[in-house]
């Protein structure tokens, strides 16, 4: 996860926040030594087939920007980081299965079904999103974090997980393709696909780490303006990308018919909307003290990333 | 679902239960006039095709063995146990997918896949399994029920679906069929994706009930034997049922060469070894005031339910 335009401080950032959740995820998820091992191996392999950790990395930061999240709370929050990963990667397992979008490859290796067939993928998905749950009501990893506010938070994730948020998303995208795009269906997918979760991500942790009335509503703001720009930094890397970074082909979004930010408005007009929006999304943190840097260099960093 | 044995009082409770549950499932889920309407649809024609409910009545009837359940706790325990009926249909749905085990017909209803096509089956499922832990956590349901039960409750469901549980077994029943048939597979399959979620029913209305150690321990044991009652049952069903009570091919079981117990042992001696579990089930709720008695009938009728 390279940081291009030379940013020490964010990259550093990046690299100690992913290996943190990296090493979580592993210590958290049982290993292939459990019976029956295929199930244990599929989950695996898709979730740590290199993914950039943002949803959790935007939970951690987060929380470190209302002052919580460093030191004595860090522990209590990983959890529930790496149970939005596991929502993420369950949702890219069911997504690429042949019934969906069919794709076969994702970040450069063969999609979950290609490699273990479609019954284990769909499993494995579903026990991924089931491992979720389990994980942020996990008692002996729970710290001091009150229990109505984990509830609080595993119902936003499930909220924006669902039918109301992902899954509506998904719904949408299969239902758009190859049909007349409109603006207001395109913003529906994005802000139900992909912005519900980035949302969901930096309010968990906000949350957890104590968060004000004011600061959950800023934060929220900012994760809906984050999430918007993420969508149309993937969408002109679909077009424009370079396949051996992004480990997948480009170009799939116009030969599928499907609506995006560059197909309708074009590549420059598409890249000032993400550019404005990365303003906004700075705007709605500014009172944020220096404990936010994270959160803002995120946001710039969103808009210009190459893979 | 009339009881045969002409047992008025089980008739009288199952209806009761089955009405609270049924009405209760339509209010919490969000109706087909809702965006996008065809994932509200598939999730609702699956969830009311006729189930019988018999998790969530098992959560209640558990329940009130405990003396809890019934007038004022009622109402907070019944999204708990509704959220147990939505991840049995979204099994249901998974279960039945052409990448799975294929079948056309459930409960004498095409399924879902044959209805809207799999990518919605597919994403229903989710959205169901979703909604489980949307639904035990909403603030708005919980009553005076504690915040740190309900995380137990999230807890171990999310353990009884997930790869130690329901999805574990899935992934050996798939894995067995047409293999050589041993004891230990079979009885791995059957307590994993059925009896842990049957467990876990049973441990749930307790729980929130407020039951002791003791009671829990007790209910655990019932619940363990009346779920292996259960899946013996269903399997002689499928050989011996009713077409047209069951809703579904029978012989489907043995002409894909399913590993089953009147496959291994015979029907009778099957029919034999579900009368002994019954009779142990009894033995551990045994202490129990007679406010247990709705679980010591629902245990005898499972093993004479035709359908």
């Given at each position: 996860m390279s940081v291009e335009h030379g940013n020490s401080f964010l990259t550093a950032y990046l690299k100690e926040k992913?290996?943190?959740?990296?090493?979580?995820l592993d210590r958290y998820l049982p290993?292939?030594?459990?019976?029956?091992?295929?199930?244990?191996?599929?989950?695996?392999?898709?979730?740590?087939?290199?993914?950039?950790?943002?949803?959790?990395?935007?939970?951690?930061a987060s929380a470190e920007a209302v002052g919580g999240g460093s030191g004595k709370s860090?522990?209590?929050?990983?959890?529930?980081?790496?149970?939005?990963?596991?929502?993420?990667?369950?949702?890219?397992?069911?997504?690429?299965?042949?019934?969906?979008?069919?794709?076969?490859?994702?970040?450069?290796?063969?999609?979950?079904?290609?490699?273990?067939?479609e019954d284990i993928a769909i499993l494995a998905g579903d026990a991924l999103l089931t491992e979720a749950f389990h994980l942020i009501a996990r008692r002996d990893l729970m710290g001091d974090?009150?229990?109505?506010?984990?509830?609080?938070?595993?119902?936003?994730?499930?909220?924006?997980?669902g039918y109301f948020g992902m899954v509506g998303g998904q719904v949408v995208d299969l239902q758009s393709e190859g049909r007349e795009a409109?603006?207001?269906?395109?913003?529906?997918?994005?802000?139900?696909?992909?912005?519900?979760?980035?949302?969901?991500?930096?309010?968990?942790?906000?949350?957890?780490?104590?968060?004000?009335?004011?600061?959950?509503?800023?934060?929220?703001?900012?994760?809906?303006?984050?999430?918007?720009v993420f969508q149309i930094a993937d969408?002109?890397?679909?077009?424009?990308?370079?396949?051996?970074?992004?480990?997948?082909n480009t170009g799939s979004d116009a030969s599928r018919g499907k609506i995006t930010f560059p197909a309708m408005m074009g590549v420059e007009a598409s890249r000032r909307k993400a550019r404005e929006l990365v303003?906004?999304?700075?705007?709605?943190?500014?009172?944020?003290?220096?404990?936010?840097?994270?959160?803002?260099e995120i946001a710039r960093y969103l808009v210009e990333r190459k893979s």
């Open positions: 992913k290996g943190a959740i990296d090493d979580a290993g292939e030594e459990n019976y029956p091992p295929v199930i244990f191996k599929a989950m695996r392999y898709s979730l740590f087939a290199g993914g950039k950790r943002i949803r959790p990395i935007l939970c951690l860090l522990p209590s929050i990983l959890p529930v980081a790496c149970a939005l990963e596991l929502i993420h990667t369950y949702s890219l397992i069911h997504d690429d299965l042949p019934a969906m979008d069919n794709d076969d490859y994702r970040r450069g290796k063969p999609t979950s079904h290609k490699v273990f067939g974090v009150l229990p109505e506010n984990l509830l609080t938070v595993i119902h936003d994730i499930a909220e924006a997980a409109d603006l207001e269906t395109l913003h529906y997918i994005h802000s139900h696909k992909t912005g519900a979760m980035i949302i969901t991500s930096v309010r968990a942790g906000a949350l957890l780490a104590g968060a004000s009335k004011d600061e959950l509503y800023a934060l929220s703001e900012y994760g809906r303006h984050v999430g918007l969408d002109i890397l679909n077009i424009e990308g370079d396949r051996a970074l992004l480990g997948k303003e906004q999304a700075l705007v709605d943190i500014a009172t944020f003290d220096p404990k936010a840097r994270p959160l803002r």
